[in-house]
């Protein structure tokens, strides 16, 4: 199944119920947080495979500060650049969002280590709202293969990330992180054998001003974000 690097145009972004899978929210990942530093085990959207062994996480969260407020598997961000560090009074980092995403697959007691499945990332860049045009890519092929023999790998990315305008793909729209809007990431781990989804995840992140997010409160930005994708 591995023959593509970067397609789709509309694919969907919800998580599907899969046999022997439960997701949970606000949850921590077993293998917990192995890349960066001070980033906390907690506040993911996991979703647990006890009949294979895998699991799939993913959260976003403020740029060198920790984890954003959230309801379910929405996250509510702010508008802006992220400053440059986490040091007091850092200036902006300039087209950096404020918010970055983090995503987890652990393959874990399946046997199975990734030159045997697909992980395929979808990544919205656009805020528009229901927006379903995605960036989408099969992550052991974009590494080249450098993680065949593993079973768990970890990311964190900002959508202001040069790089990605540099893949040229026309679903990576050019990224405004003051832009109000939502964006919507999925994670799936396909066995290749038999093309069986093993594990699915997803999330929305919310990108709203504070006073906004004040007057509505967390529960009805999480009831909102589920009605834009309707």
Not at 193 to 207: A, F, H, I, K
Request: hydrophobic letters at 40%; a negative charge.
């Amino acid at each position: 199944m591995r023959n593509y690097l970067c397609v789709i145009g509309a694919a969907a972004l919800s998580s599907s119920a899969l046999a022997g899978s439960v997701t949970t929210f606000d949850s921590a990942l077993n293998a917990g947080v192995v890349i960066g530093s001070g980033i906390p085990n907690t506040n993911f959207a996991v979703n647990t495979n006890t009949t294979y062994g895998v699991q799939t996480g993913i959260k976003a969260l403020e740029r060198f500060l920790g984890d954003l407020p959230n309801s379910g598997s929405t996250y509510i961000a702010q508008p802006g650049e992220s400053p440059v560090s986490g040091a007091a009074g850092a200036p902006a980092d300039p087209g950096r969002a404020t918010w970055n995403y983090l995503y987890s697959v652990d393959l874990g007691t399946s046997g199975l280590t990734f030159a045997d499945v697909d992980v395929i990332v979808s990544i919205d860049f656009d805020p528009a709202v229901g927006n379903s045009n995605v960036f989408e890519f099969e992550l052991v092929a974009a590494l080249g293969g450098t993680i065949d023999g593993q079973t768990l790998f970890q990311d964190s990315q900002n959508l202001g990330f040069g790089f990605w305008q540099a893949i040229g793909d026309p679903n990576i729209t050019p990224f405004d992180p003051f832009a109000p809007g939502e964006y919507t990431m999925n994670i799936r781990v396909i066995r290749d054998s038999d093309e069986e989804l093993l594990s699915e995840v997803g999330m929305t992140v919310v990108v709203v001003p504070t006073p906004m997010a004040a007057g509505m409160g967390l529960a009805g930005l999480g009831l909102l974000a589920s009605r834009r994708r309707r």
